[in-house]
């Protein structure tokens, strides 16, 4: 079974903390995805990467930005937390020819305190 | 900039009801569509897609989508709702370009026994 799997569920840091979330799929897909999902805004794309090393912004990057090192990790960081920054973040992936992620991640809930 | 809207933020509905969740998008080229769910505690999963062709696309779990290209629209039905289809639902869009998935805010649909 196909799976796209982020490092952890739920997660808890400090304002000020940098904050790594990690995300690994298994599908050698080209394209991963770093989303956002707060309630009554549905999802806003960060970052997105369609190679390694390649990234682009996507609608709300302020605050963020993205590793790509290998192909099968997308990692997204925090660079100084902030309160406005607790949310749901999702990770998807998907095969090259289509910007449109096929797989996400389970979510993990981030808490800024 | 593309924009997507989902008219409806909460739908509640009684088992075997028919449903029906707008989607209108502002943008006027190529576009191709897509259907999201959410099920309570899982991770986001295509319902279905449209890319060309037949504007009445069928997804699964007996879902289906019109596309009306006059109406910008792409509303998602299903003639009788199970308590099993509670859940979020997102309409997205993407312009025949390579440029990422738009979101809609999503629809939360609520089905009562």
């Known amino acids: 079974d196909v799976k796209v799997t982020q490092s952890s569920r739920y997660l808890v840091k400090r304002t000020g903390e940098k904050v790594f979330l990690e995300c690994v799929q298994d599908m050698d897909h080209e394209n991963m995805f770093w989303y956002r999902q707060d309630p009554g805004l549905g999802l806003r794309l960060i970052y997105f990467s369609y190679d390694v090393k390649m990234k682009e912004k996507g609608d709300i990057p302020e605050g963020y930005s993205v590793s790509r090192e290998k192909k099968e990790r997308f990692s997204l960081i925090l660079e100084s937390a902030s309160t406005n920054q607790t949310s749901m973040y999702l990770c998807?992936?998907?095969?090259?020819?289509?910007?449109?992620?096929?797989?996400f991640g389970d979510g993990t809930r981030l808490s800024i305190l | 900039a593309q924009s997507v809207s989902q008219h409806n933020h909460h739908v509640i509905l009684s088992e075997a009801a028919s449903l029906e969740l707008g989607c209108n998008y502002s943008?006027?080229?190529?576009?191709?569509l897509f259907w999201y769910v959410q099920y309570p505690g899982q991770h986001l999963q295509l319902l279905l897609k449209?890319?060309?062709?037949?504007?009445l696309v069928k997804g699964i779990k007996g879902f289906e989508a019109e596309f009306i290209k006059s109406k910008f629209s792409f509303n998602l039905r299903k003639p009788s709702v199970q308590w099993s289809d509670t859940a979020e639902y997102f309409c997205?869009?993407?312009?025949?370009?390579?440029?990422?998935?738009?979101f809609g805010k999503g629809t939360r649909l609520s089905v009562i026994a």
């Open positions: 449209y890319f060309s062709g037949d504007p």
């Open positions: 943008y006027g080229g190529t576009v191709n």
């Open positions: 997205a869009v993407m312009n025949s370009g390579n440029t990422p998935l738009v």
């Open positions: 998807a992936s998907s095969r090259t020819g289509g910007l449109q992620p096929q797989h």
